[in-house]
């Protein structure tokens, strides 16, 4: 089959193409043969300006007025002015303050309460801590003795029948979150068993910390305090307070 | 100056250029309005592609005048197509929608305006035409050989001469030839649709529908 024949079949289907007629495959091959063949694509061109000039052959015909209205609606100023704009009314903007005061109130009030909550839970265990010393100082078998190191005083009460001790230190120095204080058991051998940690008590000249050891006190020899970390450390690890011998 | 007598007249000339007068005595105001009615005048007076051009830029009113001038062709088409005045409505909408967002797609050295714009809007009508899978009904109550027989106004084409050559090279063809364009054309049917829609071979529907344009395209010429 020569050039010629080829291009007359799809020439055929040149005028179809121009009204968009043809099948799908049939409209893929004129499509592609249109590439490579120019006299295809000049026929094409003059079948496309009959068939735009078909377009125009419909007598015109009036759309009703509410279209144009509905597509100016739609155009950027019309858009500009339909959207949304929050305008405050007096009835609003004290509404709205009142909520906001409303709001602030109970916010203040439970901090306040928070506050309340975690004196009275300090208070509750410094008064504790006092009546168990009072409760030691009762007991014949108590021993008290002197706390002394820089700056720093106070009385270490020892029930070793009961396994009981009870710090009792003035003006010890208050510490930043992230430490703490450590009391540690010293045995004879010189090693340190944890016996918790406390913090100084800032409304209070004095600071107190009980020790109720689950060991026997008698196995130990003394009672020392280091500056650990706020969690606490296995081992003595920061600056030494104090230490007192049994 | 006395704040009672104080008019503020604003106008915008392609989104770019605005004027403030204020009005302090009568000639003033006379000044203010006649600059309005020049401005007016001025975009119904553009041609089509300056028009297109302005509406790219954002000129609403540039686009109005274009939906104004050609609203009328693009509603009768969509009509055509539909035979449905809300279906129609709402391609005329999408339409012009298009042309305000693609305005800057027009090149006015390709073709002029209206047909770019009906080529749009036939799209527009037939791909919604085959997304609701519609067929065309063939019922005689909107026969369109009624469409093809009616002459337009001259007044609303931009080139007369040639739809008139165009009315009467259609009116040569027969009434079949006819309904094959008006099915492969304005009902967007293919070969294959058009042949189970008449009830014909395909290779009928091939052959005539390319003799109608052979035939439309010479006698065209011949005008």
Known sequence: ?246 | MDLGEFITCHLTIRQQIHFWIWKTEPLNKLVCIMMQIRYNGAVLNLDDTQLASQVAQGDERAFLTLYDRYASHVYALTMRIFRDANLAEEATQDTFLKLWSRARLFRAERGSLLPWLLTIARRTALDRLRLEGRRPTLSTADDPEELWQTIPDASTLPDEARWRSMHLAVQSLSPEHRQLLELAYYQGLTHTEIAETLNWPLGTVKTRLRAAMEQLRREWGEL
Request: glycine share 4%; net charge neutral.
């Open chain 1, 1 to 246: 089959m020569t050039q010629d024949q080829i291009d007359d079949i799809f020439r055929e289907n040149i005028p179809a193409y121009a009204l968009d007629a043809l099948d799908v495959e049939d409209a893929r091959a004129v499509k592609s043969h249109l590439q490579t063949c120019a006299s295809c694509r000049t026929e094409l061109a003059e079948y496309r300006a009959l068939s735009e000039t078909l377009l125009m052959m419909t007598p015109p015909k009036t759309p009703p007025a509410a279209l144009r209205r509905r597509l100016q609606g739609q155009l950027p100023s019309a858009q500009k002015r339909s959207s949304p704009r929050f305008v405050w009314s007096f009835n609003q903007l004290a509404l709205g303050l009142t909520l906001i005061i409303l709001l602030a109130l109970n916010v203040s009030s439970y901090l306040q309460i928070r506050a309340l909550q975690k004196q009275q839970v300090q208070l509750a265990s410094q008064l504790q801590n006092g009546q168990a010393a009072i409760a030691m100082l009762a007991y014949p078998d108590t021993e008290s003795l002197l706390i002394k190191a820089d700056n720093i005083s106070g009385t270490l009460l020892v029930d070793k029948s009961r396994n009981i001790a009870m710090i009792l230190v003035w003006n010890l120095p208050q510490l930043d979150s992230t430490q703490t204080y450590q009391a540690w058991l010293i045995d004879p051998q010189g090693k340190r068993t944890d016996a918790g940690i406390f913090r100084s008590q800032p409304s209070q000249p004095y600071t107190s910390a009980t020790i109720f050891s689950a060991n026997d006190l008698t196995n130990f020899v003394g009672i020392g305090v280091t500056i650990e970390p706020s969690a606490g450390s296995p081992q003595p690890t920061g600056q030494r307070v104090f230490k007192v011998d049994f």
